[in-house]
């Protein structure tokens, strides 16, 4: 029994998987071989009733010249007869409305079946190859219109409308995959616009301490000469360092496509720069920031640094210590020349971390301590991500002493980008 059912289903299966063309062939065929064999019996029963009412007729029957028995049924009165009979004189009325009919249904029987037969070909072959699989694709494509795209258009079949619905489905896994896509740009694009005007700030804030440092000081004449070209200088610096700022961000579509150029300079260089910040970020609010640099900065070391990174970096760092400082903070530079990192680390006395703080503060949107005030909440992220393009990390923690501590690491062995 259980073989039966196996063949049994191994044939629904076969005829499931039939192409449309086989199938509609099949239907047709089975249809008409239908209507061959019930135009036959139709027409035998006809020929049967027809010959009752001629045997009723003996005068008007044709006998057989050997025994002459009355044909029966009488198939060679049917021989000599037109197709279609004009008239059956000599039959009484009943008898002849019954030739009439029987004679009109002998002939247009086989019209009548295949007409029928064809109807109902269409029919089945539409309930059973076609009206499951489209109102499964009519149902998916709802759903897709009402933005759910958490679904999945199968149809088990080997013809063309499992295939179809296979297709629909793959095209319902494209579209999730652009709209994911798309999502990803609009973020990406979202977090450099925020980056890019994020990062505007704390330069300009620079710029603006030098230019208060020679607004307020140069009209009491305690500016000398040199000291005023110098400040120009580094105004100037900064403000080319602005432009090619703006000209990699207008070149990138994210700010993981953010460049490292890391150039051979000194140490020295690096902290003087950092000197320089610190100076023009103490000229604008009443916090005291203080510098602490290690004793290589005397010295002549040699390092590879992309030191527009280090410095967006270090002016994030400070813009997030300024924002929440009482009154003080402290930066720590110095260069580890055993594993090659240039570390940069930033501490203030304000409230710290909270222990959310601690885990989502490197994360792009986050407003720390639940800040209402107009705030990217991306700088952390920014200097993470940068840190991790320059080969070094972002660490944030509180002080033992109170506040937050944030240390940024970059590496700076010639090796790591001469090989990559």
Known sequence: MDWIEEKAEQLKTWIRDLTFRKAMLAYIAAAALISVILSAVTMTVCYRFESIIWNKYADMMQYNEVNGVPLWPDWSIAANWNIWAKDFAGFKGHDR????MLDIIRVWCPFFYSFSGTVAAVFLFYRNRLKRPFGILKNGAEQIRQNNLDIHVTYDSEDEMGQLCRSFDMMRVEVIHNKEELWQRIEGQKKLNAAFAHDLRTPLTVLKGYSDFLARYIPQGKVSEQKMLDTLKLMSSHLDRLEQFSRTM?????????PVNPEETGAASIYAEIREIIFALNQ????EITLDCAKEAQTGQRIYVDKNIVAEVFENLLSNAIRYAVCRITVSAEYDSAEGLFLLA???DGPGFTQEDLQKATL???REHGENEEHFGIGLHICALLCGKHGGTLSIANSMYGGAVVTASFNCLYNIYSES
Not at 97 to 100: A, F, P, V
Not at 250 to 258: P, V
């Open 284 to 287: 604008i609010k009443d916090i």
């Open 364 to 366: 792009p949107y986050y």
């Open 97 to 100: 409305q019954m030739m009439l």
């Open 250 to 258: 207008k070149g990138i579509r994210s700010m993981e496509e953010r």
């Open 346 to 348: 930033v501490s203030d």
